[in-house]
């Protein structure tokens, strides 16, 4: 799980007004690891050990894909671009990295690209990781050696978080904070927050700022203002 660094805020009309950043940095020590991303992670954590050079991680959004992506960029020389940024330009630039992870990949996406990377990849020896929202040998390309290369590659899903890992992360950072919570105020955010990583990280970084901000105890009509935020 990752902890956004919201910036400054300011209060109108008694609303909180966040900046949210448009760089989301990840690190190795926050990744939450539970069954539902065990596979996963082991995976991109055993660099350079991968039983295959090309893997596909596969999630709904918020699941962790993106801060796996950065646990890689960060053990090896990588060039990391999304899916719709893809151009001629990325041969050259993929040519000088040892790896390349490709983000949130679109099924209109080239396809004499997409197999021209995946070639190179091969053929050098480099590592390729794929993201994506569904496996991609769910996905209806056209090109028949392209469709032979996926599935020739590791496909490894995850999923979002339960609500066991939930109410741990929940409550090993409201620990952090210092926050006395009562398990009846955990088991409430449960069953009402989106089950997302993301959306887990934003409510309590803005619970914590607008419990300091407006000076509100803790409790549940807090915790009802700040779920409707995010």
């Known amino acids: 799980m990752i902890i956004r660094d919201f910036g400054n805020f300011t209060q109108m009309n008694d609303q909180l007004i966040l900046k949210f950043p448009t760089h989301q940095a990840y690190k190795k020590e926050d990744f939450y690891v539970s069954p539902s991303n065990q596979e996963a992670y082991d995976f991109i954590n055993s660099w350079p050990k991968w039983i295959k050079r090309i893997i596909n991680i596969f999630g709904p959004p918020g699941s962790g894909k993106s801060h796996l992506a950065s646990i890689l960029k960060n053990k090896t020389s990588c060039l990391s671009i999304n899916s719709n940024d893809l151009d001629e330009k990325t041969f050259l630039k993929f040519k000088t990295k040892e790896a390349l992870i490709i983000e949130n990949l679109d099924e209109k996406i080239s ?7 995946w070639n190179i990849a091969l053929q050098d020896n480099k590592y390729f990781l794929i993201t994506s929202r569904r ?16 599935n020739s590659s590791l496909i490894v899903g995850i999923n979002l978080p ?3 890992l939930i109410s ?3 409550t090993k950072n409201f620990s ?4 006395k919570v009562e398990k009846k105020h955990i088991d409430y955010i449960i069953k009402r927050i989106d089950r997302s990583y993301e959306k887990i990280s934003q409510f309590i970084l803005i619970l914590d700022k607008y419990s300091l901000k407006k000076g509100s105890p803790f409790g549940l009509k807090l915790i009802k203002e700040v779920l409707k935020m995010v």
């Open 111 to 117: 396809e004499k690209l997409l197999f021209s990377l």
């Open 135 to 150: 496996p991609i040998n769910s996905y209806k390309f056209k090109l028949n050696d392209l469709v032979s290369r996926i």
């Open 162 to 164: 339960s609500d066991d």
């Open 176 to 179: 952090d904070r210092q926050i």
């Open 168 to 170: 741990v992360i929940l």
